[in-house]
């Protein structure tokens, strides 16, 4: 497999996310820890990845500080993965990947999981973007801002970020 260029050092806030979060195992193995998988075990049987796979993808969160690693909660000699406040803060993405799935990809009537408040048992609502006045917005409503360094410099590879 090729080795994936870096987008680490990109000044586009969704590359340097991608680069992090956007390889499907990863997003697949951040729903899970919201859902109470904590042990490499716990994930593996839930998502069914090859195990050389699991530990990469579980390195890449831990190094990125979505994860964090902690001993056992049962004071076994197993080591579980938690989610820290930066993987805590993805809640929003996760249900707005969620809720895109449920609209696009399933046909009506169509069995799926869904996500519910578990104090009332309601679908959540649907996430959109809002200005800081409460308006919703669609993408024709917003346009980005390029940022300079602190040199004065706007970089940017890309004509949308």
Partial sequence: MAKRKSMKADPCPV???LDVIGERWCLLVVRDAFDGARRFGDFQRR?????????DRLRV???AGVLAVRPA???T???EYVLTARGESLFPVIVALRQWGEQQLFARGEAHSQLV??????????????AADGRLLDAGGTLV???????GQVLSPCSSC
Avoid: F, T, W
């Fill in 73 to 75: 909660a049962d004071g």
């Fill in 145 to 151: 801002n390029k940022l300079a360094d602190s040199a």
């Fill in 117 to 130: 408040d578990r104090h009332s048992g309601q679908a959540l609502a649907p996430m959109l973007p809002r």
């Fill in 61 to 63: 969160l831990v190094e």
């Fill in 47 to 55: 998502l069914g990845v090859a195990r050389n796979i699991l530990a």
């Fill in 15 to 17: 590359a340097r996310a």
């Fill in 77 to 79: 000699s197993y080591q």
